[in-house]
């Protein structure tokens, strides 16, 4: 199975800052379609995931554009660019180029 | 409006079977994909496996045979069903909904259902 690896596991942040989340995976994500199945998930205290990016850079519907994602191969990064409240949680990066679909360990956001 | 709601037990004996339905709104079964995502207390998120609108399957091989999703289209529910239950079953467990194409994967969720296995 691909093993996606991110860090930092917590990130301490202020309100306003800009923060980044790494995503490594154990092998290249390029599907032999030219696409790249690398997703983003938040997930709040005691909700439920949501997806705030798919295809490495594409923002879900209803996500701030201050979320955003970029990356290619194996090496990809989660962008908070100006950090409110609201964005306190554990996020996820996902796979799904190969089977079986895989998450991160997750990444969890405290906020100062 | 879509919605995705898991039902099922809050409690499992050990080695016993565990069922859960995934009823859904707003979206028909026969256009969308549903899959099952589990997650242990404080623990991370893992794939289980999936229902395609075609009405085939898919599963994490980490579940062996054990595992077995299928669906009732005309109530627009999706079931889940896995024996055998050990106490790392415990976990609470999602429905998400997929559209079509691998780039468009659980933009929906249920709120889950957590259960526990009890010796």
């Known amino acids: 199975d691909v093993v996606l690896t991110q860090t930092p596991s917590i990130l301490s942040a202020t309100i306003g800052q800009s923060v980044s989340i790494s995503c490594r995976s154990s092998?290249?994500?390029?599907?032999?379609?030219?696409?790249?199945?690398l997703y983003w998930f938040l997930q709040r205290p005691g909700q439920s995931p949501q997806r705030l990016i798919y295809l490495v850079s594409n923002l879900g519907s209803g996500v701030p554009n201050r979320f955003s994602g970029s990356g290619s191969g194996t090496d990809f990064t989660l962008k908070i660019s100006g950090v409110e409240a609201e964005d306190l949680g554990v996020y996820y990066c996902m796979q799904a180029t190969h089977a079986p679909l895989t998450f991160g360990s997750g990444t969890k956001l405290e906020i100062k | 409006q879509v919605q995705l709601k898991e039902t099922g037990p809050d409690l499992v004996q050990l080695t016993q079977t565990l069922s859960i339905t995934c009823t859904v709104s707003g979206f028909s079964l026969t256009t969308y994909n549903v899959h099952w995502v589990r997650q242990p207390p404080g623990k991370g998120l893992e794939w289980m496996g999936a229902?395609?609108?075609?009405?085939?399957?898919d599963y994490n091989s980490a579940f062996k045979s054990r595992l077995s999703i299928s669906r009732d289209t005309s109530k627009s529910q999706v079931f889940l069903k896995m024996n055998s239950l050990q106490t790392d079953d415990t976990a609470k467990y999602f429905c998400?909904?997929?559209?079509?194409?691998?780039?468009?994967?659980?933009?929906?969720w249920g709120q889950g259902v957590m259960v526990t296995v009890s010796s």
């Open positions: 998400a909904r997929h559209e079509g194409t691998m780039g468009s994967l659980f933009d929906y």
């Open positions: 229902m395609w609108n075609g009405g085939g399957t």
């Open positions: 092998q290249s994500l390029l599907d032999s379609d030219g696409n790249t199945y």
